[in-house]
């Protein structure tokens, strides 16, 4: 049964020896996309325009390109920090680079694999969807009869894992976690071999602190885990979500903070939050407005916006009105609230979710 094409020896030879290990979460960025009206707009961090085009979607800079998307065609291609076009938007859908690798689709074809010299390097032809390249692996799905399943590809190309799981996340510290056929979920290395059993109703990639946020299947109670599978803490919760070293935990629909052993070190008291950014300050929202506290749960910036995100390389995005800016750690606005959106990628930065590329699917009739 075959998954994709193989390309010839001497192309594979520069896929296993191009790219390193970069990652597609950042930690500071030159450029902001920023939207107003019918354009699209990079400025650096003083609101200066660096240039811009006519863009309906746009991501920050990974292996020094980002991805971007007409207006007129919404087809999706490739520029530089210049803001030349490198690779044609020539894409029905496409991925940021990783590992000096993006995934690219065109009309009526199945996924392809370019390095970033723009050389195709493999296709999937059997693949509905695919994610970017993460520790050299790139999971992808394929329908069956019985629904979409999902494996992994390695950087040769090959199906190291066979696509034998309802629902996978990318590899992180050696570790995958996959949902089996019972939805049950666990977590396997580069192998396939499991190596922390399926007995989880939800489970999170590894952070770079090596833990993740489990929910038993059995008792219902949050976890946290170690790459050997060993509980670190449990805990009663609606809610669990990791925030570097600390988590952000949701009871009696009210968000606070717990440390690293699960002591409560910030009551629930907000309607909403955010992570801790850099620096330690946190968006949280009380009575419909949103302003930051410090670890603390001291109020450093007054309640007082739409909506806020967590601070990223030094600013935090903000919603006035209908309209977006950016401010400093004192609140001060850098970034006027003059923009109509900011791009979704750097919003995705900086709420720790990586890059909000990272996913495409089959633009193929017979897997679409």
Known sequence: MKYFHFIPAACIFLFCQCGGQDSHFLSDTKY??????D???????????????????????????????NQSDKKWGYIDDSGELQYPAVYT???????????VVRPDEAPCAIDTKGRLQLTLTRASKVMIFCEGMAAFAQKEKKGERWGFIDKSGTPVIKPLYKDVKPFSSGLAAVKNEKNLWGYIDSKGIEQIPAQFSSAESFSKERHAVVRSAKSGLFQVIDTKGD???TIECDALISDGNTFRIKKDKKWGWCDNKGNIFIEPRFEDSES???????PVKIR??????????????KRQFSKAFPFFDGLAVVQTGTVYGLIDPDGHFQIN???????????HQSIRKGSAFTLVE???????
């Not at 801790?276 to 946190?282: I, K």
């Open 32 to 37: 902001i996309p920023v939207f107003s009206e």
């Open 39 to 69: 354009s699209c707009q990079y400025i650096d961090h003083g609101d200066n325009l660096h240039f811009t085009g006519t863009y309906s979607d746009a991501s920050l800079f990974y292996d020094n390109m980002a991805l971007i998307c």
């Open 93 to 103: 859908r496409a991925t940021i680079f990783n590992e000096n690798r993006a995934w």
């Open 231 to 233: 509980t670190l803490w």
């Open 276 to 282: 801790f950014g850099n620096p330690d300050l946190a």
């Open 288 to 301: 419909g407005k949103w302003g930051y506290i410090n670890r603390k749960g001291e109020w450093k910036i």
């Open 337 to 347: 609230p003059q923009y109509d959106r900011i791009s979704e990628d750097y919003i």
């Open 362 to 368: 089959s633009d193929h009739a017979r897997y679409k």
